[in-house]
């Protein structure tokens, strides 16, 4: 699927390429700082209400999926390329060809099947350990989730050839 055996890297990072990645974690570990206060507050004051720890949950693991992003993207940078042309090919037509829905489907669709390779590995499941639909399948996932497709950005934009 993807040539995840890639050899390790080797010499020293740029000063710029240190700094963006302490500037890249340190803002990310301010906001899950920022949300486990309000946590924190939420539950001092005796707040109970299940929506609100729900939209405050959320906003954590929205954050921690941030993360783990920031995380491994560094490490195995050709991974989000691999993501986009798997995808592609799953479409069978490029993210431009298609529009700008289809656009926004192969990035949401790429950005879930990384993620599911950073997850993977953190289970010891390889890229190449995945079934060569898993691709196919995330997309397919992504066209027909009612929570994006029904988004009031999504519902108006058409792929090119769709009529209104």
């Not at 990645?21 to 707040?47: C, H, M, P, S, W």
């Not at 949401?108 to 993977?120: D, E, K, P, Q």
């Not at 079934?131 to 999504?154: F, S």
């Amino acid at each position: 699927m993807t040539d995840s055996k890639q050899p390790r890297r080797d010499g020293d990072l740029s000063h710029e390429q240190v700094a963006l990645l302490v500037e890249q974690f340190t803002g990310q570990t301010n906001r899950i700082a920022d949300i486990t206060a309000t946590l924190i507050k939420y539950a001092q004051a005796g707040g109970k209400d299940w929506e609100t720890y729900e939209c405050i949950l959320d906003h954590l693991a929205r954050e921690g999926m941030k993360l783990i992003q920031y995380g491994r993207g560094p490490l195995q940078p050709h991974l989000e390329k691999a993501t986009c042309v798997q995808i592609e090919q799953a479409a069978g037509t490029t993210a431009r060809q298609g529009g700008m829905r289809e656009h926004l489907h192969q990035r949401t669709a790429s950005s879930l099947l990384a993620t599911v390779w950073f997850a993977g590995q953190h289970h010891l499941v390889e890229p190449d350990d995945w079934p060569d639909t898993l691709p196919a399948t995330v997309l397919g996932a992504i066209r027909q989730a009612p929570a994006i497709n029904n988004d009031p950005t999504m519902r108006n934009l058409r792929d090119t050839g769709e009529s209104r």
